[in-house]
């Protein structure tokens, strides 16, 4: 499975958003998610949704103003950033594996990465 990410860029505190993820097949995994990775910083779980389904699961930083979906259809995933924050900047990266409920929040759920998109947000 390749993921192709992109979306990002540069916004102000406060702005807006959208990263998508597209998947070159729909099946191999039980969920997708987003990862980011800040300098200097180890990669971190951001959200995660499950592929059939659609249950969701976000990290606490993020909760309340991200929010993942997907498009069964043509394979991609998605991630809507709102009231973003200066601590948000990092390299955003999409992820894929038959991973379950347990694991869906680890890098180790996940096989399949994308390239990553950066998001850098001023304030």
């Known amino acids: 499975v390749q993921l192709q990410a992109c979306g990002g860029g540069l916004v102000q505190a406060g702005d807006s958003l959208r990263l998508s993820c597209a998947a070159s097949?729909?099946?191999?995994?039980?969920?997708m998610a987003w990862f980011r990775q800040a300098p200097g910083k180890e990669r971190e779980f951001v959200a995660t949704i499950r592929w059939n389904g659609g249950h969701t699961y976000y990290a606490d930083s993020v909760k309340g103003r991200f929010t993942i979906s997907k498009n069964n259809a043509i394979n991609t995933v998605y991630l809507q950033m709102n009231m973003l924050k200066p601590e948000d900047t990092a390299v955003y990266y999409c992820?894929?594996?038959?991973?379950?409920?347990?694991?869906?929040?680890?890098?180790?759920?996940?096989?399949?990465w994308g390239q990553g998109t950066l998001v850098t947000v001023s304030s």
């Open positions: 992820a894929a594996g038959r991973s379950i409920m347990s694991t869906s929040a680890t890098l180790r759920g996940y096989n399949y």
């Open positions: 097949e729909g099946t191999g995994y039980t969920y």
